[in-house]
């Protein structure tokens, strides 16, 4: 069963211990993509981005974290930077569904406060890329030789004007 927990919620021995199953446990792409744009480890990647966001959920499917997801401010008034990481069982068909569905209100509610939701993703992570189109976020601009390996990457934005 797929659950969603607000880190603004949980205790902080909880978003720790939750934060060192998910680095131990990163899909590939997410570690290529730490790598691509930093020299931090993945634990420290993914506690800074929840330590900057504003909102951030663990996702649990059968108490086992499978993915971490939140928003910080960034960029101009009303922009905020939404990002995603998780362990291959997000990737597992149902799971996959059920994340793709479920994540629909909590765009939502970031939306509530930023009208503008944007970041890079790394050209490589295919099914990430996938995942936002389906999520209403649009490819906009290449960036080639970005971050510290000078990969390409694409900006993605998903914009509610109602904001």
């Known amino acids: 069963m797929i ?3 607000s880190l603004r919620e949980a205790s902080p021995e909880q978003t720790i211990a939750w934060m060192e199953v998910l680095a131990e446990n990163l899909r590939p792409s ?4 730490i790598a691509a744009t930093s020299d931090m480890d993945p634990l420290l990647s993914l506690t800074t981005s929840v330590m900057l966001s504003d909102m951030a959920w663990v996702i649990t499917s059968n108490d086992i974290p499978v993915a971490v997801f939140g928003c910080a ?5 009303g922009s905020g930077l939404v990002w995603m990481m998780g362990t291959p069982l997000m990737d597992e068909r ?3 569904i059920s994340i793709a ?3 629909v209100p909590y765009l939502r509610q970031m939306h509530q406060r930023y009208a503008c939701l944007w970041n890079h993703i790394d050209a490589r992570n295919e099914k990430s890329m996938k995942w936002l189109r389906w999520s209403g ?3 906009l601009e290449a960036v080639p030789d970005y971050g510290r390996e000078g990969r390409l990457f694409f900006i993605f934005a998903r914009y ?3 904001v």
Not at 30 to 33: A, I, K, T
């Open 160 to 162: 509610d004007p109602d």
């Open 73 to 77: 401010p960034a960029g101009p008034a």
């Open 3 to 5: 659950e969603y927990h």
């Open 101 to 103: 569905r479920s994540t």
């Open 137 to 139: 976020f649009r490819l």
């Open 94 to 96: 149902r799971t996959a």
């Open 30 to 33: 997410d570690l290529d993509e």
